[in-house]
């Protein structure tokens, strides 16, 4: 099933809104700051595929990119579902009245 165009580019739309959103809300500063330090220290060291500080900005990049990855995920969830609601609202909403105990089944 191939979407409309414009369909698509209002989805793209909201993906880069809702990214750019995640990217810089203050709530990741925290583990954007631990994994900036931890990339710092890793560098510090000549050997660097070896070292400890190099588990450890690793272990902080893939924790910050999984937070990012699960707020993207849930937003797309959140608006999948109001995509769905108003969809179907639109389906059920009997018109001059004819169906409205079939309507108010189907809400129920």
Do not use: C
């Not at 710092?40 to 070896?50: I, K, Q, R």
């Not at 937070?67 to 937003?75: G, K, S, V």
């Not at 018109?95 to 079939?102: I, P, R, T, W, Y």
Request: proline letters at 3%; a negative charge.
């Amino acid at each position: 099933m191939q979407w409309p165009s414009w369909f698509q580019s209002a989805i793209q739309e909201r993906l880069d809104g809702v990214t750019a959103r995640i990217q810089f809300d203050r709530s990741m500063d925290k583990y954007r700051i631990e994994e900036k330090r931890a990339f710092e220290t890793l560098f510090s060291n000549a050997d660097v595929a070896d070292s400890p500080e190099f588990a450890e900005w690793e272990d902080k990049h893939h924790f910050r990119q999984a937070l990012e990855n699960e707020r993207l995920y849930l937003q797309g969830m959140r608006d999948g579902a109001k995509l769905v609601m108003a969809l179907l609202s639109e389906f059920y909403i009997p018109s001059n009245g004819q169906d409205s105990e079939k309507s108010d089944q189907l809400r129920n």
